[in-house]
């Protein structure tokens, strides 16, 4: 788990993946990452999850493609596309309880070889993003990189368990008050054309009525 940069990487290690050989030779790789191997992804999970350290599955696929350059000339250039797959418990931000979100990542980067170079370079195609290249590729961080930017905004159940169930049982004493408090405000605000109606037949404004 721990980055070892004195010792030679071992071509399967994701962590020291010689990226620029990965495009060349279209290799592919593929592996499990737990959340527990990913800090900021773990930041993300609430303490009182039923699962903290679920697992996301991983594939990476190396090529390259020709381009034309500056010399006009075509020349192979390397891309890197990966996928991501799995779930991670979020806290809901409606309801405030844990609920299992699950990501997908599917992103192919065009490897350069300096931050300058990835600055400069014209990207007139949105699938394709940008990416800096090494010899010894850290393709766990990138992972966790792609998995924390497609969490959602706003974590939420799609259905909160607590509406849900108030919404079976057809109103709790809970869930019963709110509607007749704000239909209570309503009226007060509008007044209602019937009630109107109601006092001009018994002889116009209210002073006289009673
Ligand atoms: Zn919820």
């Known amino acids: 788990m721990t980055q070892n940069p004195g010792k030679p990487a071992s071509p399967a290690d994701p962590r020291a993946l010689d ?5 060349k030779s279209g290799r592919q790789a593929a592996g499990a990452l737990r959340v527990s191997q990913m ?16 697992v996301f599955t991983w594939q990476g696929e190396g090529s390259t493609q020709p381009e034309l350059q500056d010399d006009g000339a075509e020349a192979p250039q390397p891309y890197l596309r990966l996928a991501v797959h799995g779930s991670v418990w979020l806290t809901c931000q ?17 490897i350069v070889a300096t931050e300058e170079e990835a600055d400069e370079f014209p ?16 393709l766990v961080d990138l992972i966790e990189e792609e998995l924390l930017l497609s969490l959602p905004l706003v974590p939420k159940h799609n ?24 239909g209570a ?5 509008k007044p209602n054309p019937f009630a109107v ?12 009525k009673h």
């Open 197 to 208: 109606l109601e006092k001009l037949k018994q002889g116009g404004p209210d002073g006289k």
């Open 185 to 189: 405000a309503e009226e007060e605000e």
């Open 159 to 182: 259905v909160c368990p607590e509406v849900h169930e108030s919404l079976l049982a057809g109103g709790s004493d809970e869930a019963g008050d709110e509607p007749d408090e704000s």
């Open 94 to 110: 409606r309801c405030l309880q844990s609920y299992s979100q699950h990501l997908d990542v599917d992103a192919t980067y065009r």
């Open 19 to 23: 990226l620029y050989d990965f495009a």
């Open 39 to 54: 800090p900021r992804m773990l930041a993300e999970v609430p303490v009182d999850a039923p699962d903290r350290d679920t």
């Open 123 to 138: 990207l007139d195609d949105d699938e394709v993003e940008v990416i800096v290249g090494s010899r010894q590729f850290d």
